[in-house]
């Protein structure tokens, strides 16, 4: 039996090979140049990272991002803005992964679920510093080349197919309402 007789038939394509989730809180201390009275608010901006390979089980994911603190200080009296720039290394590790990768040549596509958000800010009771907890969530895929064994129709004829490139696929007589709709006077010409 020929290999074009046979029942079934490799793919090689690229396909998702592998996928994790990952979940972070964090807490990070920032030093304001003045003595805090009070949390007036507490923001995330400026969110950046970048996704690769770590192992053959993993991705590591570099990142960084801009905490914005407004507090109140010289009892309650004057305000501020603090901003600290903070980065993070995140492994996130492949809960599925497929082993029949055909090299080591991957894309990853990393894409954020929860962004860095505060969920809480407070001064520490020492009372010079501030802590602030921070959320972030990702997902990953790995992209690589795969086989895949695909079943092949046995009614299947090449011959029955109809080509879209065919010329009679695509001809159909125009009828006269279709004509009589037809707006002649669409282009407007410059004056």
Sequence with gaps: MSF?????????TKAVIGKGRKFTKEFH?????????SILGCWVINHL???????????EINGSYEVNIWYSFNDNTKTQ?????????DIVPLSIKDENCLNDDFDVIAKVLQQPNCLECKIEKKGNKIKVEVEREFIVQVIGETKLLVKV??????????DE???EVWDHAV???ELEDVQTD????KD
């Excluded at 074009?4 to 090689?12: A, G, S, T, V």
């Excluded at 201390?29 to 009275?37: A, D, E, F, K």
């Design 49 to 59: 990272y970048h996704a690769k390979m770590k192992s053959t089980d993993s991705v």
């Design 81 to 89: 803005v603090v901003t600290e720039k903070v980065t993070y290394r």
């Design 153 to 162: 129709d046995p009614t299947w004829d090449a011959n029955k197919v109809e």
């Design 29 to 37: 201390t920032v030093t304001p140049p003045n003595r805090p009275s």
């Design 165 to 167: 490139d065919d010329d």
């Design 175 to 177: 009828t006269d309402d």
């Design 186 to 189: 669409f282009i407007h010409t």
């Design 4 to 12: 074009l007789k046979k029942d079934y038939r490799e793919i090689i």
